[in-house]
């Protein structure tokens, strides 16, 4: 089978991005983007993020995760810790995410290390889940084979029964990761190609060096 794709074509030519507007902290221009992004009828989920890790078998796997939280300190998302990816993510640290907002003609790459979050955290977005979600994060061993949808469905039940009536408590092995910037770059679509590339890389003593990348 063969699909010939040589012919899509695509003239990029709703913004610039110059030296002239960029502040100095990148996570400022990361919050006009997203909120930009999040207010946009053409971006239906701005908090979709891919996370590339590098998995125990040496290969690197890309997946969409949610952002949860951003700060001046990094990006938070949460997961299975014994899933592929945290297993991936607790095994080597340097991750990248990135986001992709084609309506905007934008894209922003992550290059960081992530970390736990403290226990405190996870704790306090655990249990502004609604019940269905936090007995999903008990019933699903994620990543692992099973041999059916309903071998799923009968764990959920299971969970279901046990905390029938009480409160439902985080999973230990369920929590949140912040990815702690060390490089982050802002992609504006232009026309013939020559898109703008602002790169922010981490510095000693948390500061931040600003370059423009050829497209």
């Known amino acids: 089978m063969s699909h010939d794709l040589s012919d899509y074509r695509k003239s990029y030519e709703k913004e610039e991005l110059l030296e002239s507007n960029c502040p100095e902290n990148p996570i400022e221009l990361f919050r006009n983007w ?26 690197p796997k ?5 952002l949860k939280k951003y700060t001046w300190e990094g990006f938070i998302f949460y997961t299975n810790y014994q899933s592929e990816k945290g297993r991936a993510i607790l095994n080597n640290n340097h991750v990248c995410l990135s986001f ?4 905007l003609e934008r894209q922003i790459i ?17 249990d502004s889940r609604p019940d269905g979600s936090k007995l999903g994060a ?5 990543s692992e084979v099973v041999t059916s949808r309903d071998e ?40 013939n190609r020559m898109h703008d590339r602002i790169r922010y890389c981490m510095e000693k003593e948390f500061s931040w060096k600003l370059e423009r990348l050829a497209p």
Request: proline share 5%; net charge negative; no cysteine.
């Open 138 to 142: 008990w019933a699903s061993n994620q």
């Open 152 to 191: 799923l469905d009968d764990s959920l039940i299971k969970f279901e029964k046990k905390f029938e009536g009480q409160e439902i408590p985080r999973p230990e092995h369920w929590g949140g990761f912040i990815v702690k910037p060390v490089s982050i770059e802002f992609w504006q679509g232009r026309p």
């Open 34 to 59: 997203f909120l930009t992004a999040d207010a946009s009828e053409m971006v239906e989920e701005a908090n979709a993020m891919n996370i590339s890790t590098i998995g125990l078998d040496g290969f």
């Open 110 to 126: 992550i290059k960081g290390k992530a970390e736990k979050v403290a226990t405190n955290l996870s704790d306090g977005y655990f």
């Open 100 to 103: 992709f907002w084609p309506g």
């Open 62 to 66: 890309n997946r969409i995760v949610l």
